[in-house]
């Protein structure tokens, strides 16, 4: 007995927990230079482009770039301020403003949020400081 093309299969329902049962973790504005890296052409070299974080939580972003261009899936973020380097990211949905949410392959520390949020040029995070034996 055949199924209808469309018809339901056992796959459609798997879930993963990472993005389908993870509780969502609250964004919270921000505005850090950022980098991404990701190879072009399979793996022939890496390209770099420059991107401003916007929003950040423990588990995703969304990130501003400077021009339009394709981003690819899967890439690294890099925040040099913050010294927190090769975050693993997915993306998530890009949209019309030059914009796109990301979500990370591991959930951000609490220290490193807070490492961010020092060197951010948001109004909200300037009187944050930096415990120096954090580091």
């Not at 969502?24 to 022939?44: C, L, Q, S």
């Not at 949020?113 to 909200?124: E, G, K, N």
Request: one cysteine or more.
């Amino acid at each position: 007995m055949r199924q209808a093309v469309g018809g339901s299969h056992y796959l459609q329902r798997e879930e993963s927990f990472m993005y389908d049962r993870e509780a969502r973790f609250p964004m919270e504005d921000t505005m850090n230079a950022a980098r991404i890296e990701y190879t072009e052409k399979g793996v022939m070299h890496m390209a770099a482009r420059r991107c401003d974080v916007i929003k950040i939580s423990m588990s995703g972003a969304i990130i501003g770039l400077l021009t339009q261009y394709n981003l690819p899936q899967q890439f690294y973020l890099d925040l040099p301020d913050a010294r927190i380097t090769k975050v693993g990211c997915l993306l998530m949905k890009t949209f019309a403003n030059n914009t796109a949410e990301i979500r990370f392959l591991r959930l951000l520390t609490k220290k490193e949020l807070d490492r961010i949020f020092v060197f951010s040029t948001h109004p909200a995070h300037r009187d944050r400081v930096l415990d120096v034996r954090s580091w």
